[in-house]
């Protein structure tokens, strides 16, 4: 890369960085809203209180009817609160989400704990309490929930691919995208894969939602000015996680 160029993007992502920078917890919007209280008094799961106002913002401003995407369902939290939002607001997107509960390092047999617990009791659970919490609170309204990674979930929508998602049904994958959440594995890697992927399907005037994208204990804050960087996205929230709308 000519050194002009390289000095041009340093600044230009310099310049990104500053923008898409941490705020204080102390400056976030809260949706005040008696039914997502109750929620996250009876739904595990580690949904950041500013992130309902960012999944409201959103689909109050849906581009399109195509599925909103979410990757990453851990206990049904978040799930829960998006399919809430979607009859708030009257949206007839599809919400598919995907999430294998931890399958990769659930093999691990060394128990954790005082009382011989394993990954793949932790695994079981989670994945249980999820089917629980969903069918309890979503099961007018189910969603395609897929157990795949996000690299397997990506790659059978691109292709196409037909699938099962966990309640039995059979799911047509692939074509546009509308909203996309992305709360996966949270490295640099990962997190890059998985808004490469969103993008390729991503509506014009359609979202993406980083999770945990200002943490310094994740990496996910990498990337934020590579998003604002492409010219493509604009910043439209931070709340205190970056919500960015696809705009060419």
């Excluded at 950041?48 to 409201?56: E, I, R, S, T």
Aim: charged share 20%.
């Amino acid at each position: 890369m000519p050194g002009r160029i390289r000095k041009l993007l340093s600044r230009a992502l310099f310049k990104a960085a500053a923008v898409v920078g941490a705020s204080r917890d102390a400056d976030i919007a809260i949706l005040r809203d008696s039914y997502i209280e109750l929620l996250g008094y009876i739904n595990a799961g580690m949904l950041h209180q500013g992130n309902p106002y960012l999944f409201d913002y959103a689909i109050s401003l849906l581009p399109n009817d195509s599925p909103i995407i979410e990757i990453g369902a851990f206990c049904g939290l978040s799930t829960n609160v998006l399919t809430y939002l979607k009859h708030k607001h009257g949206a007839k997107n599809a919400l598919v989400n995907c999430d294998k509960w931890g399958a990769g390092w659930a093999d691990q047999a060394e128990p954790f704990g005082n009382f011989g617990l394993t990954n793949k009791d932790y695994r079981e659970f989670s994945r249980d309490s999820y089917l629980h919490n969903v069918r309890m609170f979503s099961g007018a309204d189910l969603p395609f929930t897929i157990e795949k990674t996000s690299d397997e979930f990506f790659a059978a929508w691109t292709s196409s691919q037909p699938a099962e998602d966990v309640w039995g049904r059979h799911v047509a994958l692939g074509g546009p995208v509308s909203f996309c959440y992305i709360d996966g594995n949270h490295s640099y890697d990962f997190v890059k894969r998985d808004f490469l992927n969103c993008d390729q399907w991503l509506s014009i005037g359609g979202f993406v939602l980083f999770d945990d994208s200002v943490s310094p204990e994740w990496e996910v804050r990498l990337l934020m000015p590579e998003v604002l960087g492409t010219g493509r996205y604009k910043l439209v929230a931070r709340n205190p996680n970056h919500l960015f709308q696809k705009i060419s």
